[in-house]
């Protein structure tokens, strides 16, 4: 979920007209990080107010919903660009996401697409499940109170599994805990008096999903992968995976034990709860580049595992995206950088974990923030067109050059391109 939810002052609601024409780029931010600064200065674009004609806004989640909210009156000309879709939650909302990937999945049953096929999986319990073969890559999530029957129905299938609530509205590790019987969850609800109220607000609301809890593990410690994807498009969809993801690793090694569930230091990766661990090494920061993780994974595993984990990634990542292609305000004067958590387990199956449409920002260690530095630089390369003016009607193809460290993870539009080529070649019986 958003990090950057603190409001500032939204900005002025009147029609502007940047000024470009005097060819000077103007950009303004809610997150005055040097991270953000240096890079736009860098570029000679000059710092302005949010009331001000900007073509370039960096802004937080809040202020972008009320910039494109109808009261706000504000219409964006061709020469701006905002960092975030205005519903970007049906991504990033933890109840939302899982609600459109199961939609996503019976749409594609329901069409007859192999997809979806399914097959029987044996739980450690003896217990058969049906499950899809290329589609399951969340774990098994209800949200409650929902989904509370459905959630005890699927829990008595084994009984002896551990279960992960997370509250919808939250992040940063906030408010999860661990469950392993029903009964702690009932004696949840009665002391929070919300799981059963029926007026629920979404912000109080809970996702419920199965503990992955059999992480792959190094040097006995669990820990999670942080990619960056970059989308400029939803439909057609056009996304990029940035180069330099990491693992964040917990600071205490991992334990299944009972006496441990409650023991947040084993079971969350997020910085925002690991930093404060006795044994938090600020040199590192828990963080292992996602290159590093790669030559260790071939060195341990081999090289042809290692490939088929992160094309499963990639897959995983596209496939999220296209479960809400179909409900995004894909406003042309949008793109977002989104925070990919994912868990892998120890056979080398990557899960989704959730997906932060404000990625934190800050640095905890140097190569945080070089990283960092580079993920907001080819950010702007990739969406602003080649002559370096913010122009939503370009047609979002950066150039080989532009792409730098992001790789192309899907572009429907060149796909579609390709696609007619190849027919018209065969037609014409040219040689590809
Ligand atoms: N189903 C799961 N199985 C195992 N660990 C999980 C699971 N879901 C979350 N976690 C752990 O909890 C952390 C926080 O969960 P996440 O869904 O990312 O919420 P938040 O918004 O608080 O970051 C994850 O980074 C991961 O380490
Ligand atoms: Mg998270």
């Not at 450690?124 to 929902?146: C, E, K, M, N, W």
């Not at 992480?215 to 995976?241: E, Q």
């Not at 932060?356 to 990283?371: F, G």
Request: hydrophobic share 35%.
């Amino acid at each position: 979920m958003a990090l950057d939810t603190k409001k500032t002052s939204p900005p002025h609601c009147k029609g502007t007209t940047p000024n470009t024409e005097k060819g000077k780029v103007t950009y303004c931010t809610d997150l005055e990080k040097s991270v953000i600064t240096t890079n736009f200065d860098r570029r000679g674009w000059i710092q302005v107010g949010p009331d001000d004609e900007w073509n370039f806004y960096w802004s937080f989640i809040q202020n972008c919903r009320t910039l494109f909210s109808i009261e706000s009156g504000y219409r964006m000309n061709d020469n701006q660009m905002i960092n975030h879709f205005p519903n970007h939650y049906e991504l990033s909302r933890k109840d939302l996401l899982v609600k459109n990937i199961k939609r996503y999945r019976k749409e594609l049953e329901r069409d007859g697409n192999p997809l979806a096929e399914k097959t029987d999986v044996i739980l450690p319990s003896g217990q058969v499940v049906t499950r899809y073969i290329h589609l399951d890559f969340i774990p098994v999530t209800y949200v409650l109170p929902a989904d509370y029957n459905m959630f005890v129905e699927e829990y008595r299938k084994s009984p002896q599994s551990t279960w992960i609530m997370k509250p919808c509205g939250k992040s940063q590790g906030a408010g999860i805990f661990l469950i392993n019987k029903l009964s702690k969850l009932k004696k949840w609800s009665r002391d929070a008096k919300t799981v059963f109220h029926p007026q629920l607000s979404s912000k109080e609301c809970y996702v419920i999903s199965r503990y992955i809890d059999n992480p792959l593990l190094i040097g006995g410690k669990k820990f999670d992968l942080r990619l960056y994807v970059l989308v400029t498009s939803f439909r057609p969809l056009k996304a990029y995976l940035f180069q330099h993801g990491f693992c964040r690793f917990c600071t205490v090694k991992y334990d299944t034990s009972v006496t441990e569930l409650d023991n947040m230091y084993v079971h969350l990766t997020n910085v925002s709860v690991q930093k404060y661990g006795g044994d938090y090494n600020s040199l590192h920061g828990g963080k292992m580049s996602i290159q590093n993780f790669r030559l260790y994974l071939e060195g341990t595993r081999g090289r042809a595992v290692t490939e088929k984990l992160f094309a499963e990634m990639q897959w995983l990542i596209v496939h999220s995206l296209k479960a809400v292609a179909p409900v995004m305000a894909n406003d042309r004067h949008c793109f977002e950088c989104y925070g990919y958590d994912i868990i892998i387990d120890n056979n080398l199956k990557p899960w989704l974990v959730e997906v932060n449409a404000s990625p934190a920002l800050q640095s905890t260690t140097h190569n945080d923030r070089i990283l960092k530095y580079k993920l907001i630089d080819n950010i702007v390369s990739v969406v602003v067109p080649p002559d370096g003016i913010p122009d939503a009607r370009w047609n979002k193809i950066p150039s080989e050059e532009a792409l730098g460290d992001f790789d192309v993870l899907i572009d429907e539009e060149l796909m579609e391109r390709e696609d007619i080529n190849s027919r018209y070649n065969k037609i014409h019986r040219v040689k590809p």
